[in-house]
């Protein structure tokens, strides 16, 4: 069974500085029926204007993964780490016993624009921790690129859960197909471009709940950067 959100269906906040789109249910936006997909709790775009951006807040027991589109992100934490996202980069939190972290736009004048993602971990109270990867658009164009995992296996950043996240790029006549062991599910995030995922057409923040399917097919696309997640 395949179920596709359209874009337009998503929570939406503007704050002046953040226009933020929510899959599921998060701060104000409250949907009973979307309050995530299994482990996989949010998947928030985000554009944050130049200069702007959150100060220090708290987080706790959560696996918290930046993904960045466009422009640059500054962190910074209460563990002592500090860096700057930018595009093909992907940052991994784990908030365990509790973290202060804040996320600024890196540019006084270009927009930043992400995607924030938050996964429940399935061991909670361990020591907060900090990880960041790149991973170039050549390891992504037409192939998926294993971004996350949970034992970091490939060089994929690592989680504290059953959960497997792949990234693509994809035009033209690429295609590209994901096996889902029984009992599997998936979740399809299109970041940007437009793609038939098992043959259902999806554009730019469409997603798709993938349950009872043996493989996840991904092709058609124009100009797609799209994201897997394969959870057990």
Known sequence: MISTRHSADRGYANLGWLHSYHTFSFADYYDPVEMGFGPLRVINEDRVQGGKGFGMHPHRDMEIISYVLEGALEHKDSIGTGSVIRPGDVQRMSAGTGVLHSEYNHSPEDLVHFLQIWIEPNVRGVRPSYEQKTFPVEEKRGRLRLVASPDGVNGSVSIHQNAWIYATVLTGSDSV??????????????????????????????GAKIVGEPEVRLDKARDAEVLLFDMA
Do not use: F, I, K, Q
Not at 182 to 203: D, F, I, T
């Open 177 to 206: 197909t994901h096996a889902l062991a029984a009992g599997h599910r998936g979740y399809v995030h299109v970041a940007r471009g437009s793609v038939e995922v098992n043959g259902r057409p999806l554009s730019a923040g469409d």
